[in-house]
């Protein structure tokens, strides 16, 4: 009797190479097209003490893509795309439409501006600034000892 070591971190089983690939394959393609989880763009937030920081990942598009509102200290990120080709010459046989769009929604601290936030998109970042209002700013000063 032989014995088979199980690497479940292992893909490709020796007895069967491809078999996980080609079954995964199938089964998220055909069985669970709902199984795709959209993207959602990972985020950093940051905090000095003149301001707070959002950075948002989202390589790919323009910045006309975005909208970005305050509704009630809520901040709201959102964008939507999608890709619309005319081919006159349909030669494929399989091709998925390109539609992606996000909604990232932040609670904003009582100390944050809103009137004063500044947001700029450069080399796939989104990066939000927003100002502390001028009373929740870090306050600090050596006091003498007598």
């Known amino acids: 009797m032989t014995l088979v070591k199980f690497n479940p971190e292992k893909k490709n089983n020796a007895l069967l190479p491809g078999f ?3 079954f995964e394959s199938v089964l998220s393609d055909t069985f669970f097209p709902d199984r795709r989880v959209s993207n ?3 985020v950093n937030i940051s905090e000095t003490s003149e301001e707070y920081h959002i950075e948002l990942a989202a390589p790919g598009l323009k910045k006309e893509d975005f909208k970005v509102s305050v509704d009630r200290e809520m901040l709201t990120i959102a964008t939507e ?3 619309t080709d005319n081919t006159q010459n349909k030669v494929y046989n399989r091709r998925e439409f390109s539609y992606s ?3 990232r ?3 904003l601290p009582e100390s944050g501006d809103i009137e004063h936030i500044r ?3 450069a080399d ?3 990066k939000l600034s927003i100002p502390k209002k001028e009373e929740s700013r870090a306050f600090s000063k050596q006091i003498e000892i007598q």
Do not use: E, H, K, M
């Open 20 to 22: 996980n690939d080609i």
């Open 40 to 42: 959602v763009p990972a």
């Open 81 to 83: 795309q999608s890709q």
């Open 101 to 103: 769009a996000f909604t």
């Open 105 to 107: 929604t932040f609670a």
């Open 119 to 121: 947001a700029v998109y």
């Open 124 to 126: 796939g970042i989104l």
